[in-house]
């Protein structure tokens, strides 16, 4: 499958402690965009990475959040002192430079208890 | 602000029983609507991208269209697996952002 990968597809964690989401893109894709979603709503964007550049992060993106690409490759994103409110599904998205169209990942779904 | 509503929010449907989803957007500078389909506890599956008005796509029993203010994805003839929500999104032309804006989505649920 070539598909975009996550991992974890499911994480627990109690409110206060840190956790990290990682995202492997499609192989050919140098863009790469993280979203949120939460029961009932489409998906809102977070960030996106132009190989390893940081291009753009959503006002909802607070000092909390973090996200990296260190070679252009896969991302991580890492969310600090987690809060009930974070509790989501977070959705990584690739395409190519020139392709306007993103294809997600399975998800990550986040339960902060 | 760009924004995108989707209508309705849920539509029950018999099997065969055609019928259309709505989009409505405003967005600043289109450049390209997209239409996904979600299965429950799964990530958004691409379906279509329209880029300009007239434009329309098919596949299978969908065919998305689009004009100046809104799109809609027309469902012919349905069967139980077309059960799923059905996100739009736009993207706007301001910038090189990589930025989508989703609707919340329509849950469609075909019965046998």
């Known amino acids: 499958d070539t598909g975009v990968s996550q991992d974890p597809r499911h994480k627990i964690t109690k409110r206060g402690q840190n956790v990290t989401f990682r995202c492997d893109p499609i192989?050919?894709?140098?863009?790469l965009y993280w979203y949120r979603q939460t029961l009932g709503q489409g998906p809102e964007f977070l960030t996106y990475f132009q190989n390893e550049a940081q291009l753009e992060k959503s006002r909802l993106l607070s000092d909390r959040f973090s996200a990296e690409r260190p070679k252009g490759s896969f991302s991580t994103l890492e969310i600090q002192r987690t809060e009930q409110g974070d509790s989501a599904m977070y959705l990584c998205?690739?395409?190519?430079?020139?392709?306007?169209?993103?294809?997600f990942g399975p998800g990550t779904r986040l339960t902060v208890t | 602000e760009d924004q995108v509503t989707q209508s309705p929010e849920a539509l029950r449907l018999q099997e065969g029983e055609s019928s259309s989803l709505n989009c409505s957007y405003t967005v600043s500078g289109l450049r390209g609507l997209f239409w996904y389909r979600q299965d429950p506890g799964k990530g958004p599956e691409f379906l279509f991208t329209l880029y300009s008005a007239g434009e329309e796509k098919e596949k299978e029993r969908l065919k998305a269209t689009l004009t100046k203010k809104e799109s809609f994805l027309h469902i012919t003839a349905p069967k139980p697996e077309d059960s799923a929500t059905y996100l739009c999104a736009v993207r706007h032309g301001s910038g090189n952002t990589g930025k989508l804006i989703f609707g919340q989505g329509t849950t469609l649920q075909v019965k046998p």
């Open positions: 192989s050919e894709h140098n863009r």
């Open positions: 998205a690739s395409s190519t430079n020139a392709g306007y169209e993103q294809y």
